[in-house]
């Protein structure tokens, strides 16, 4: 199933299937929440199908198979754990099946996502095929950024980016996958994105957000009690509430500067300006820099006391 934002860039895809001009790298840029592997799973789908150029008949034993998740000539690679490097073996196995001959007398097609989790061995494994590809295969490349991508590979691929869609767009259609209104403020913390917003409000993370946003805007205000309530919330949801106090802050930081207009807590403007009334603008910027720092560090060291280091954090809103 394909997203209303991703039609643009399928209708380009299926021309050039139809032109037999699809590059044999395709790199799709987008971000998380995108539905980016769907449309990647269309164009693999596609090509691999028995009977259409341009479009999965659904009814080949090509389709069939993928749509059962067995077709032999369709290879996705992926990190062992979520949030780990593909390493130089994953990348050396897809150099194998690019050489294979097709199980079913057609192409084969190779999928890497994320190509930008590529560790630099792996990309370097991977650049030769890319020089020289075999005839018949197909690689698609997923990639949150660029940044983290070598210029090498991105100069062997054909970059094609996926649009987020615009902010009354998502809205709407958010809105119709869960029959509710919805919040602008949800779609911003998501940065716009539409399935990441859904999953937002599906897993009940809204409810818990406005929890911690109220418990956190009564710890701001001098005596600064409930230190430990506002520690337990961020704690129980996770490095996500982090990111989200990090938000908050950052937009209590442009009421003081007077970009109010520009703000991501948008229906909740009254606290943001009672805690920008409360606390110093020195006080804001070091506690941004410094939440987004704690947050890198408990991603990259899951290992580490959560709790003591979020408390140890919040102490810094308190007068020495």
Known sequence: MLYPWQEPVWQNWQQLLRQGRLHHAILLVAPGGSGREALAKQLAKTVLCQQSETEPCGLCHGCQLFAAGTHPDFHAVAPVQAGKQIGVDAIRQCNRWATETSQLAGQRVIMIDPADHMGESAANALLKTLEEPPSGC??????HSLDRLLPTITSRCNQ????????????????????????R???RLNSG?????VAFIE?????????LLAAFSEFAKPPHLGLYEVA???TAEGSISLKWLSYFLVDCIKLQQGAGSHLIHCESVGLVQAVAGQLSPAVLLRQV???NALQRQLETHPGLNEELLIVNWLTGFMPA
């Open 232 to 234: 337990g919330l961020c």
């Open 203 to 211: 897993q009940g993370q809204d409810i818990r957000y406005g929890k």
């Open 160 to 183: 094609w980016r996926l649009p987020t869609p615009d902010e009354s767009q998502t809205q709407r259609w958010v809105e119709q996958q869960l029959m509710q209104s919805v919040k």
């Open 193 to 197: 994105s539409p399935l990441a917003t």
């Open 289 to 291: 820099h410094q939440v």
């Open 138 to 143: 197909q690689f698609i490349l997923l990639a």
């Open 185 to 187: 403020e949800a779609i």
